[in-house]
């Protein structure tokens, strides 16, 4: 079992920056896929950027270049830099983790573990 705990939401205004951090906690695995989703009043989930257990990231491209994210195995956290947010930004943003390496692409259903949110409001 996996434990996740997501923490760094409020409120900014556009083009302000937040970093949102998750704390991770329980089972340990050597490869994985971990990624931040969010979703938008209305909308459906999305995923905004992953990480693979060998470090490499990938992005949505409506986030690429405004988006970091990183993993620190010391501290067992996951974390996302967001500059330049923009109002559509504005979601519940989730770290989940699934046992499918990110290079084969694991679709939402198979992220298994998965925190409780925290919310980013991005106001004009």
């Known amino acids: 079992q996996v434990h996740l705990v997501e923490s760094g939401g409020g409120s900014v205004q556009s083009g302000g920056s937040l970093r949102l951090s998750c704390a991770r906690s329980?089972?340990?695995?050597?490869?994985?896929?971990m990624a931040w989703f969010r979703q938008a009043p209305g909308k459906e989930r999305e995923e905004v950027a992953a990480?693979?257990?060998?470090?490499?990231?990938t992005y949505d491209e409506g986030v690429k270049g405004r988006f970091t994210i990183s993993q620190d195995n010391t501290k067992n956290t996951l974390d996302l830099q967001m500059n330049s947010l923009k109002p559509e930004d504005t979601a519940m943003y989730y770290c989940a983790v699934s046992r499918i390496r990110c290079i084969y692409h694991p679709q939402q259903s198979h992220f298994g573990w998965w925190g409780q949110g925290t919310q980013v409001t991005v106001s004009s």
């Open positions: 329980g089972s340990s695995y050597s490869t994985y896929c």
């Open positions: 990480i693979d257990s060998d470090g490499s990231p």
